[in-house]
């Protein structure tokens, strides 16, 4: 058989719009990339993932970073750092009352997060599901 028949034989390469959607259903601008991937950077620290979950869980909805040493085992120049990346990506919000600044969480940021989460995730993968290993899509192909 020839190169040229054997090659007829195959089938054709999956596509990546043939599995899998674009984030958000459509190709980002430059804008939201840049306002998506600061939120993420911001996120994507352990530390500061925590950061978001303490204060969104902490008693009025609101804390302060005398609050948060004793939790997190940090100094409190690390955690007014993480604090500030926080607030500089809009994820959560700073009222100085005092000498005191109290951090909120901001849920807006929190919901244009998940509504830009929720339009990555494969098909066929539900919300609280796990995600296929990676490299991987739920219709088998990769993308």
């Known amino acids: 058989m020839s190169d040229f028949a054997a090659a007829q034989d195959r089938p054709a390469p999956a596509r990546a719009d043939d599995c899998c ?20 950077k911001a996120v994507a620290d352990p530390t500061r993932l925590r ?38 990506a809009g994820i959560l919000t700073r009222d100085k009352r005092g000498v005191w600044a109290y951090y909120a969480v901001r849920p807006a940021a929190l919901r244009e997060l998940a509504a830009a989460l929720d339009g990555a995730a494969p098909q066929g993968v539900r919300q609280g599901e796990p995600l296929p290993p990676p490299g991987r899509v739920t219709c088998g192909r990769p993308c």
């Open 21 to 40: 959607a674009p984030l958000l259903g459509e190709p980002l601008t430059a804008g939201q990339a840049a306002r998506l991937s600061r939120t993420l």
């Open 51 to 88: 950061l978001v979950s303490i204060v969104a869980a902490h008693e009025g909805g609101e804390a302060c970073v005398c609050d948060l040493t004793a939790l997190l085992g940090l100094t409190q120049p690390t955690i007014s750092h993480h604090l500030k990346i926080l607030v500089d």
